[in-house]
């Protein structure tokens, strides 16, 4: 066999269990030949701690030079501290398109689950306009938020969905949205997925839901989707539903997709509970390191590592414990590898 061109691409170990999670990725990508050529870099928590810079200049360098990463979990100080990492990272480099495929690999409480969010990175309530107003003696009496979609972000993200459509051979897309209260900011979301839902006639189905029902419809009856076009809070939370259809957060990959800058990402975050504990799931993160694979253009690869992974879990029955197995990390992984030489 010819060897790969080597690929140079940023790793981040991340938080929590972010380093775990990215040393089980990177051996199996090793075992299953992938040609990344690693240079890691500190970003969140870790940043902070080492160089009081959660999203250091050797980090954007690298991200800016290699346009690809693979990123572990970033953890973000809850309500005061340092801005999340994770959504400066995607503002930096303009990742506008968060792509969060849902598919069934275990079966468990819903089977032959098989939907694709695409969720808006960059604007809606994420834009975070805060602050607060003080009342007689209290400084944080109210509290504000604005947010803004622009008609420019919306159809570059519902032009994304529908070529996303088009390329991979999906059906129909649903807009999510909550314009009967929200009429103004996700009335716009609306409007502007409509009109370029117009140009894809014929190719690409549309629909659409209000969120609370969607949130709902996805539990009475997953199957009825194809795709979700969603703003990004909306997308936020439903990719978490759709993870938790597909067995929970251990089997949910997410890419981040800009012009010029990809980077992969498992959908949980940094787990503090079980953090340094061998026990984290892996296969989010090596999921998206498959989203990545096809994203360079070794679809090939992507499909053996995915394979590898749905006969480790179904054949050899070899799961971690958030899968209702006895696995740690590292049986896994080894198991993993063992499917893949
Ligand atoms: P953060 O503050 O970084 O978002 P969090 O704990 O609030 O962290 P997640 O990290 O997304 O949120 O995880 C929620 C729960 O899901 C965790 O408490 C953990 O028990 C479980 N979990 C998440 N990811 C994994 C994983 N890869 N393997 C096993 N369990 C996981």
Redesign the pocket.
């Known amino acids: 066999m010819t060897a790969l061109n080597p690929i140079p691409t940023t790793l981040i170990p991340g938080d ?2 972010g380093p775990e ?1 990215v040393k089980a990725t990177v051996a199996v990508l090793e075992a299953l030949g992938a040609p990344f050529k690693w240079e890691t870099q500190l970003a969140g928590m870790a940043a902070f701690n080492a160089c009081g810079d959660p999203m250091p200049q050797p980090l954007l360098e690298s991200i800016r030079k290699n346009g690809l990463a693979l990123k572990g ?1 970033l ?1 973000t100080p809850i309500g005061e501290g340092f801005r999340s990492a994770n959504v400066r990272l995607r503002e930096t480099f303009g990742l506008y398109a968060n792509v969060r495929p849902a598919l069934t690999i275990v079966p468990g409480r819903f089977d032959k689950i098989d939907i694709v969010l695409i969720r808006e990175n960059l604007e809606g309530f994420y834009v975070a306009h805060e602050h607060y107003l003080p009342v007689g003696d209290d400084p944080r009496a109210v509290a504000l938020s604005s947010g803004a979609n622009t008609r420019v972000g919306i159809n570059r993200i519902a032009r994304y969905a529908f070529e996303y459509a088009v390329k991979h051979g999906r059906k129909k897309i649903t807009i999510v949205h909550k314009a009967n209260v929200l009429k103004v900011l996700t009335g716009l979301f609306l409007e502007e997925a409509r009109n370029v839902a117009r140009e894809y006639e014929g190719r690409v189905a549309v629909d659409d839901r209000i969120v609370d029902a969607c949130a709902m419809q996805l539990v009475l009856n997953p199957w009825q989707f194809d795709m979700l076009l969603c703003s990004n809070l909306f997308g936020d939370i439903l990719s978490d539903e759709l993870a938790g259809l597909v067995g929970g ?2 089997l949910a990959p997410g890419a981040n997709i800009g012009k010029d800058v990809a980077i992969f990402e ?1 959908v ?7 953090a340094g504990k061998g026990i ?2 892996p296969i ?1 993160l090596l999921l998206a390191s498959g989203l990545m694979l096809d994203h360079v253009g070794h679809p090939e690869l992507a499909t053996r590592l995915r394979t590898a992974i749905d006969l480790t879990l179904n054949q050899d029955n070899v799961k ?1 414990t ?1 899968l209702g197995g006895k696995a740690t990390t590292t049986t896994f992984t080894e198991a993993l590898v063992k499917r893949l030489n």
């Open positions: 929590g269990i999670v979990p953890s957060l251990g498992a949980h975050g940094t787990a503090p509970d079980i984290a799931n989010s971690t958030d």
